[in-house]
Structure formats: structure tokens, C-alpha cells
């Protein structure tokens, strides 16, 4: 069941995003609990020294991942 729950939120998200309608989970984070059947919230807030997000970002070309390179990972 888990797949078509959250096949279902990703598949509503991409179509309010497309539409324009709606309230988008934008800097919201949906998880989902299985086993309890409850679904929590929380909100997100972007980090301005994010180097890929923030006010000034370095990161510019996401073509490290091409290779399998992670962006964030940790050294």
C-alpha cells in the first residue's frame, strides 16, 4: 500500500505545480507513518548559506551527479 500512498502525494504535488492551483508542499516535508496510518508535516526553512539554495550560491551545475557525485555529501 505504501507505494500507491505516496505515488499518489507525488502524483497530486506535480499536477497543483503544473496547474498552478492548490497549496504545493514547497518548503514543507510530508512523511508518512505505515504502520499508524497518520501523516505529519513539518516545515522547512531554507538556509541562506546553503551553497547550492542560499542567498549566494557557488553551486551553479549539477553535473557532478552525472557520476554519481553528491552535491552534500560529507567529506
Known amino acids: 500500500m505504501l507505494p500507491g500512498v505516496v505515488g499518489l502525494v507525488q502524483a497530486t504535488e506535480a499536477?497543483?505545480?503544473?496547474?498552478g492551483i492548490g497549496e504545493p508542499l514547497v518548503g514543507r516535508l510530508l512523511?508518512?507513518?505505515a504502520l499508524g496510518m497518520r501523516f505529519?508535516?513539518?516545515k522547512l526553512r531554507r538556509d541562506p548559506k546553503c551553497p547550492l539554495c542560499g542567498t549566494s550560491p557557488t553551486i551553479k551545475d549539477l553535473s557532478i551527479h552525472v557520476d554519481g557525485?553528491?552535491?552534500?555529501a560529507i567529506g
Do not use: P
Open 15 to 19: 499536477v497543483k505545480l503544473l496547474l
Open 31 to 33: 512523511t508518512y507513518d
Open 40 to 42: 505529519r508535516e513539518v
Open 69 to 72: 557525485g553528491a552535491a552534500c
